[in-house]
């Protein structure tokens, strides 16, 4: 019986020896020393599979703390994923855009993603050159987010609907007895940014508009998208994620068919007209315009969150942010009953509040977990030293880069509300003395390690940097500004504002969300009770100053 036992035993792990190699021989990928350093994985072909679906980008950031190289390999079955965290190899990659590509994922999201038709994926495929439907809605989507008539016309809609959804936070806080009302701050700014940014781009028929329930069909899309991309039984494994979309799809499907997007902004017009141009149908363009609200809502959410958290929680900011906008608040007395206005113009805060925009992109530097992907056309030798080969995937994480502390130097790890202030010497006495705690700012500025242009990884860089970065920009300073000057929050049930954490894992959002939402007393700050508040836009060349990779 004992030599019967151990016959088997011994049969059981010659088999497994077997089944390994064979494995190894027709699913493994064959490694090449020439490629960067392959990195172990605990389960065989998989583990680092399982650590991305479970962990998202912030995976990268795990595999780095233990293996510190500039780029490494990992094996997935029988291809490889290149994670470059060097900012010198991304800006060598960014060089080579058709080297290194985009487009190829264009074609795995859409059909992934966004479930659409093998006929639209047909069209797809067929035109991911320089001059098809990827490259066509690429360039003019670009044209019509910059600076310019038509990036100025979006701003003007969306201030609108800012200044209207903030007199609404102040009707209700008149309905209230005592003036204080309560509310989920993540969820309010989720609709806030909802609506304001989705009626400046598709106009009064905007379907996020007309029926709450897209909206919050959207945002269940959004929680179950790295589910979605996953493609295995999406209608099971992601049923309200599921549910979400085909909800979104169908509520666009009807806006296109009824021609509502010639009322919209330039954007939703030369979409529609690129896709009708390739044979893209009505419901097919709609699954595609829910990749175009990924873009817009996902990342400029939760940044209006964290921007607020930051600035009511973090020791003397809040005051120093105040002191700074109501510098370009203009205010003045109207009427017979000299009724206060207060008007903020979105233009001065470009160039004269840079607290405020290094507190932003400081919060984007902490919080972002995205990570740039490419894909490897043909085998290559990047910076004439790692061998890539064709097919390969290459992913470069922004949060392992805004980590590093020999790019950031040893505060990487902390939020610096002033890391990102340029200091003009003619002015820096005028600045410092202008809001209170700034008395350090040239010398921070001055001593701050000089950054490689490709390590802020907020936008992205290269082919693919963000077209919409300005518009979001826009959109959460007027927000945030004007909840900065007009309310107090404080948290129910404690003292002091705490920072929950935050999600991590959508391999489809650079700025992840909350993990739990933040209950806040909303009430008006003390002395600008009363009044009009309004902004505005005034002409002006300016453009926010921006780090992008």
Not at 15 to 32: H, P, S, V
Not at 409 to 417: L, N, S
């Amino acid at each position: 019986m004992e030599g019967s036992l151990s016959l088997t035993a011994l049969q059981f792990f010659l088999a497994a020896i077997c089944a390994y190699f064979i494995l190894t021989y027709f699913f493994g990928f064959k490694y090449d020393p020439k490629e960067p350093p392959l990195v172990p994985q605990k389960i065989p072909y998989i583990g680092h599979l399982i650590g991305i679906v479970r962990h998202g980008p912030t995976y990268y950031s795990r595999v780095s703390a233990k293996y510190p190289l500039p780029i490494y390999t990992l094996g997935m079955l029988k291809g490889r994923t290149y994670a470059i965290t060097s900012p010198d190899l991304v800006a060598a990659v960014q060089r080579s855009p058709k080297v290194f590509s985009f487009n190829p994922f264009v074609l795995a999201v859409s059909q992934r993603l966004c479930g659409c038709s093998q006929a639209a994926m047909e069209i797809v495929a067929d035109n991911l050159d320089d001059r098809g439907i990827v490259a066509d809605t690429k360039r003019y989507m670009h044209t019509a987010m910059a600076p310019g008539l038509h990036l100025d016309t979006m701003n003007e809609t969306m201030i609108e609907n800012v200044a209207a959804l903030l007199g609404e936070l102040d009707a209700e806080l008149d309905a209230c007895g005592d003036g204080v009302k309560e509310l989920d701050l993540y969820a309010w700014a989720r609709h806030l940014v909802s609506l304001a940014s989705t009626d400046a781009i598709y106009g009064v028929e905007n379907p996020f508009r007309k029926d709450r329930r897209v909206e919050d069909a959207f945002w269940d899309f959004e929680a179950d998208i790295t589910k979605l991309i996953l493609n295995v039984a999406p209608s099971i494994i992601a049923p309200k994620g599921f549910q979400g979309r085909e909800t979104v799809v169908r509520a666009f499907t009807e806006y296109i068919r009824k021609g509502h997007w010639n009322g919209g902004a330039a954007l939703a017009k030369v979409r529609q007209v690129i896709n009708a141009k390739y044979g893209i149908t009505p419901e097919d363009s709609a699954r595609f315009e829910v990749t175009n609200v990924i873009g817009i809502l996902v990342n400029t959410a939760p940044a209006t969150f964290w921007l607020i958290m930051h600035a009511c929680s973090h020791p003397g900011l809040l005051e120093d942010l105040r002191k700074e906008v109501e510098g370009v608040l203009h205010v003045s007395r109207r009427g017979d009953n000299g009724t206060v206005v207060r008007t903020l113009d979105i233009s001065l805060l470009k160039t004269r509040c840079p607290l405020l925009l290094s507190t932003y992109q400081e919060l984007l530097r902490h919080h972002s977990s995205n990570a740039s992907v490419r894909w490897v056309m043909q085998d290559t030798l990047l910076a004439d030293k790692y061998l890539l080969k064709k097919d390969g995937i290459i992913q470069m994480p922004s949060k392992v880069m805004h980590a590093d502390t020999e790019i950031w130097g040893p505060t990487a790890a902390e939020f610096d509300p002033r890391r990102f202030i340029k200091v003009d010497p003619t002015i820096k006495e005028e600045i410092n003395g202008g809001v209170s705690g700034m008395g350090a700012v040239g010398e921070k500025a001055e001593k701050a390690p000089k950054q490689h242009p490709a390590s802020f990884r907020a936008f992205g860089g290269g082919s693919t940097l963000c077209p919409g970065r300005f518009f979001a920009t826009t959109e959460i300073m007027s927000v945030v500004a004007m909840f900065l000057l007009r309310f107090d929050i404080e948290p129910v049930g404690g003292r002091e504002l705490v920072l929950p954490t935050q999600v991590g894992n959508s391999l489809a959002t650079s700025i992840q969300a909350p993990t739990t939402d933040v209950r806040v007393r909303v009430r008006r700050r003390g002395g600008w009770e009363g009044g009009r508040w309004g902004l505005v836009r005034t002409e002006s060349k300016e453009v926010w100053g921006l780090r992008s990779g």
